[in-house]
């Protein structure tokens, strides 16, 4: 059996989700509601000790880590492959599927502020949220939903950490123009590493990271990743206790024949 507990709007739920289909693998859905705080309960913290989602379980065993459970799927499991034969190719794809792990991240303080929090708010009181602040395991992740709660993120630091993701598509520019329409040549992982971000991007208003003048070459290729139907069920998925899916605008950048296929 395969179980993904996973939320309808993480970024990296989002990313497994769409590898599994990308593989067609068959999975049950075991839904943790993050605005709930189902993440931080023990029964969930025994799958995955840092609170975070996803989480895959196959035949009773955890997998962690968005690129490890992703890497576990094209490995474990039958379907296209989606990591090159070549080992050249495939040390490429490793390296800037880490060049995503490592600065993409930086998306998490805008989403919570402009999204997250507005939401939590109306569901929790302060003292409520402080509370769960201080429950989170990673200090990453505990820090930035202190400073969040106590209104200390200011523009200017959220400017910047839309400027740190200019590093990561530059590098991906490059690559599509050497490479051609995906990121080491053929679909694969590294597709999939950065596609759930731009989806998120283009929901806080910032398509202008990969306009046709700036960037044409992620500019096309976003167009292709919109067409993908293993992309479109992944970023489709409701929220499953039926609140909160249909104002955030997400899935505004999808073709309107595919959004909630």
């Known amino acids: 059996m395969i179980e ?8 990296c739920s989002v990313k497994v989700r769409m590898c599994l289909e990308e593989k067609g ?13 189902d993440q931080l309960q023990p029964e969930y913290l025994a799958l995955n000790p840092d609170g975070v989602v996803p989480t895959l379980v196959h035949d ?20 296209p492959a989606l990591s090159p034969a070549d080992p050249l190719r495939r040390a490429r794809m490793r390296e800037f599927a880490r060049l995503c792990d490592e ?11 402009k999204y997250i929090l507005p939401k939590l708010h109306n569901r929790w009181d302060e003292a ?19 400073r969040g709660v106590a209104g200390e993120v200011s523009e200017a630091e ?40 731009l989806f998120r991007l283009s929901a806080l208003g910032q398509e202008r990271f990969w306009s046709a003048s700036q960037r044409p070459h ?16 992944a970023v489709s998925w409701p929220d499953e206790n039926g609140t ?17 296929a």
């Open 4 to 11: 993904l507990y996973h939320f309808w709007s993480s970024v």
């Open 25 to 37: 693998v068959a999975w049950e859905s075991r839904y943790t509601d993050l605005f709930r705080f």
């Open 60 to 79: 009773g065993q955890p997998v962690r880590e968005s690129s490890i459970i992703n890497e576990y799927i094209d490995e474990a499991f039958p379907g």
């Open 103 to 113: 600065g993409l991240p930086a998306i998490a303080v805008p989403t919570m502020v």
């Open 128 to 146: 409520e949220l402080r509370k769960r602040a201080e429950e989170r395991p990673i200090e990453f992740y505990r820090n930035m939903f202190r």
């Open 158 to 197: 959220l400017a910047a950490c839309f400027a740190r993701l200019d590093r990561i598509l530059d590098r991906m520019e490059a690559a599509l123009a050497a490479e051609g329409e995906w990121v080491v040549g053929s679909f694969s992982l590294a597709d999939i590493a950065v596609a759930p971000y």
């Open 218 to 233: 992620i500019a096309d290729w976003y167009a292709r990743v919109l067409t993908r139907p293993a992309f479109v069920k």
């Open 244 to 260: 909160g899916y249909e104002e955030v605008g997400l899935h505004a950048s999808l073709p309107t024949d595919k959004a909630g």
